[in-house]
């Protein structure tokens, strides 16, 4: 998508929330402007070294304005303080406010070997809490550490090095990754739709019209599905427009609506999708403040700001097997932008900064130029903001 000039950032006060001075139950502290985790401990009575511990994160750590800390219970030993699973607007309709929910990570009895990733996990986060690199965690699962972690997959963590006290328990087999380009899959055991259609670069839709089942049924372990339909996300996304093209005629779609949209109903669309919720609602809200009315003086449109020439693009290129994006609709505005998001995320191995960069400045034009200054400051600021929208 070709640059255009943006507003100054402005988060919603709904992102800072007061928290108790003395901590007398667990519960999670956003983390005000100006706070340190030395100032969040001392506040409730705790060494840094154990708020640290229980949020799985080094006590050099410099936290982030909105961002969601566990407070511990005074006196609670550390090797009981449960980890913070911060809320990622997942989409499943009981929340749309991205600090609304949390929850507490698993532990096991010594000897655990595998982890399955919640909500809001991060890779530096399951590392800590196993005692290993996040190298080495990603390295043993064959998975980018730069990439977005998926609800429901399971982590190898047998090369932890960590007491038993921080290792994880098991609630499903590992699950073994697709082939992007390959005519099949055999499901294995802990597999979801979701998770195989993130990896073949297709919609869950897609996936499961192609092989006749329900997307929201239980998959069988053994059962094949075909993965022909398949489209090459990598070269889609090489062959993304820019400029000229990219802008198309101002009298193609999108068409802007007089809508808005939650953080909930992104998330819910990019998890459909198999896009990270809390990166695509980052760039929804960096983009156009979750408005479809919205019209850019380069003429880009609605909650994600396509162009004409871009939209055309994602339509016949990337919207393959799930029904023609609405030109009218702040939903399928979103459906269009994740689309997007998808093949950028494909093309550039997980890497959400380099996503971003490409549907602010263009994949091609970022593989040849670099990242212009105002595409970097475009990726800071939703780097930023996915923290807010719960990270991971």
Do not use: C, K
Not at 107 to 131: E, H, N, W
């Amino acid at each position: 998508m070709a640059p255009m000039p943006r507003a100054a950032l402005i988060l919603s006060a709904g992102f800072l929330l007061a928290a108790p001075s003395v901590a007398s139950a667990d519960f999670v502290h956003v983390v005000a402007p100006g706070e340190t985790l030395t100032s969040i401990a001392a506040a409730d009575g705790l060494s840094v070294a154990d708020l640290a511990a229980a949020n799985g994160i080094s006590p050099y750590t410099q936290v982030v304005a909105g961002t969601g800390i566990q407070i511990p219970p005074q006196g609670l030993p550390q090797t009981q303080a449960q980890p913070q699973v911060a809320s990622q607007g997942d989409g499943d309709g009981d929340s749309d406010d991205p600090q609304a929910e949390s929850a507490s990570g698993p532990s096991a009895p010594a000897g655990a070997g595998s982890y399955v990733v919640q909500p809001g996990d991060t890779l530096s986060a399951i590392a800590a809490r196993a005692g290993v690199s996040v190298a080495d965690l990603a390295a043993s699962n064959g998975i980018d550490p730069n990439a977005p972690l998926l609800s429901g997959t399971t982590l190898q963590l047998s090369g932890s090095t960590g007491s038993s006290s921080s290792q994880f328990v098991s609630t499903a087999p590992p699950v073994t990754s697709a082939p992007n380009v390959s005519a099949s899959y055999v499901v294995q055991p802990g597999d979801t739709l979701s998770a195989i259609a993130a990896r073949a670069g297709v919609s869950i839709a897609g996936l499961a019209a192609a092989n006749g089942i329900d997307p929201n049924g239980t998959l069988l372990s053994g059962a094949v599905l075909q993965l022909s339909g398949s489209p090459g996300t990598a070269a889609s996304a090489s062959t993304q427009p820019v400029g000229t093209a990219a802008q198309g005629s101002p009298t193609d779609p999108p068409y802007p609506t007089a809508e808005t949209v939650t953080a909930g109903q992104v998330g819910s669309i990019a998890s459909a999708n198999g896009v990270s919720p809390s990166l695509a609602a980052a760039i929804a809200y960096q983009e156009s403040g979750f408005n479809n009315d919205l019209v850019s003086s380069a003429d880009a449109r609605g909650v994600m700001q396509i162009l004409p020439g871009t939209w055309q693009w994602i339509q016949h290129t990337l919207d393959q097997g799930g029904p023609p994006l609405a030109p009218a609709s702040a939903a399928d505005n979103v459906r269009g932008g994740v689309l997007m998001l998808r093949s950028l995320l494909n093309a550039t191995g997980g890497d959400p900064a380099m996503a971003a960069a490409g549907y602010y400045q263009g994949l091609p034009s970022v593989q040849q130029n670099g990242l212009y200054a105002d595409t970097q400051q475009y990726v800071n600021s939703v780097m930023a903001l996915r923290q807010q929208f719960g990270g991971g």
